[in-house]
């Protein structure tokens, strides 16, 4: 496998764009690790090495359990506001940036603020529709980007889960246009029960792999939003079939997997609770994540640094009420717990709608990666070694004992009005590791 890979990357790229790959992700990126874990180590204070922006709310979809407000008034953060928060990360060490919305190549000025930064890379998670032939030719000429091109099922499926016509092959002809440019591409499934047998498939990544994409991402879908659609929802079981199918294709095919939720011994983690990430909404608001809508900061007010901002006392209470209570994902075991936090530190709701606090209330308990009776180990050399150095849970988890917590499977028709017993946190009196 690996020296098919490395064919690949011999005779299917071009060679510039793999070695700014190469140096400002991978080398680059690596010392953006290393200065976390030993600011944390040094001071304990957490400034994440990988920080994901949504530039745009506004976006061509509707999707299905969307929770972002894309029909609300078109807000972006600018090309000012944007070079002011890179270029004050990258004062902190940091180089990656992941690019989201909404659609971000809706966003007018994108690719001049792709430009101004060379010396950093960019993932761009987008639906390929504004990919034209020209963009995709200035992302070659920039070389510090990759698109990561997201499929959600078949055409029909397409349609129904993302709300209009013909996107499928909108999408395929967004990413033809960037294989055909020699960009370095990347392909991503948001896998829910209507798609886990089309494309969590040897067929489907072999037909990536024939087109030339390099990279593809199977991240499990989350019922957030105003339409959260719970139906979508993967089982427990389900999602244990995406994690060893991914381990199992990691040693037999020529492209790259990535996932966010594993370590290299394969015990669950969630970055937003280990630091490594943290999110910045169109507004400027600063969130644990994409998906929990509550913030304190806000990147345009300058009476604090984006040091103070990401290392917050709201953050540090969600990162340690997170890893105290599980080692998935809190939203959807306890978000019971999330909302006791929110009122705490009174965060404000960072959407359009107003409506995350009821939605949040209105949250069955859901099953979410952790399931440590049947943890899967990463069987390729390559994946353990990049993980155990660069990507786990770096000892976030330490003598936190998660043995009591009720099994996520348990907890499937529960809603956050009446939680489970187990693993309640008295959020006033919780400590945090020095």
């Not at 299905?64 to 070079?83: E, H, P, S, Y």
């Not at 990666?369 to 990507?391: G, V």
């Not at 907890?411 to 489970?420: D, K, Q, W």
Request: glycine fraction near 6%; hydrophobic fraction near 35%; aromatic fraction near 8%.
């Amino acid at each position: 496998m690996y020296l098919r890979m490395a064919k690949r990357v011999l005779f299917e790229t071009d060679k510039r764009l793999v070695w700014k790959l190469f140096w400002n992700m991978g080398i680059k990126g690596s010392l953006s690790v290393h200065k976390f874990k030993k600011r944390m180590k040094k001071t304990g204070q957490v400034f994440p090495p990988f920080l994901y922006i949504s530039i745009i709310n506004s976006c061509n979809l509707r999707c299905t359990g969307c929770w972002v407000d894309v029909a609300a008034k078109q807000q972006t953060i600018d090309v000012t506001a944007m070079n002011k928060l890179i270029n004050e990360a990258k004062a902190n060490g940091n180089v990656f940036f992941g690019i989201v919305g909404g659609e971000p190549f809706m966003h007018p000025q994108i690719l001049e603020i792709l430009a101004a930064h060379p010396d950093c890379y960019f993932q761009v998670f987008t639906n390929g529709h504004f990919i034209t032939d020209e963009v995709a030719k200035e992302l070659r000429r920039l070389g510090n980007v990759t698109p990561l091109v997201s499929v959600e099922g078949s055409e029909i499926v397409s349609d129904e889960r993302r709300g209009r016509k013909d996107v499928l092959s909108k999408t395929m002809q967004g990413i033809q246009n960037c294989l055909d440019n020699k960009v370095f591409t990347g392909v991503c499934t948001s896998v829910c029960k209507t798609n886990i047998d089309d494309l969590v498939t040897d067929k489907w990544v072999d037909r990536l792999i024939e087109m030339g994409v390099f990279y593809t991402w199977f991240h499990v879908y989350r019922p957030m939003g105003p339409d959260a659609s719970p139906d979508l929802c993967l089982t427990q079981e389900q999602q244990q079939r995406i994690r060893k199918f991914v381990v199992e294709s990691r040693v037999n095919k020529p492209i790259i997997f990535v996932d966010a939720y594993y370590d290299h011994d394969g015990q669950a983690l969630c970055p937003a609770a280990t630091g490594i990430t943290h999110h910045i909404n169109p507004w400027g608001g600063v969130e644990p994540c994409p998906i929990v809508q509550f913030t304190k900061d806000n990147i345009h007010d300058d009476k604090r640094s984006l040091a103070e901002k990401l290392d917050s006392e709201y953050l540090k209470d969600f990162r340690e009420l997170a890893r105290d209570t599980t080692r998935g994902c809190i939203v959807l075991e306890r978000p019971d717990l999330l909302k006791q936090l929110v009122e705490k530190h009174g965060a404000e709701d960072g959407t359009v709608r107003h409506t995350a606090m009821e939605e949040l209330e209105g949250m069955q308990v859901r099953p979410s990666q952790y399931n440590p009776e049947l943890a899967i180990p990463e069987r390729s050399w390559a994946y353990r070694i990049a993980k155990k150095h660069f990507f786990n849970d770096f000892h976030a988890y330490d003598g936190r004992d998660h043995s009591k917590a009720s099994a996520p499977s348990v907890l499937v028709g529960a809603t956050s009005a009446t939680p489970p017993e187990p693993v309640l946190v008295d959020l006033e009196t919780t400590t945090r590791e020095e």
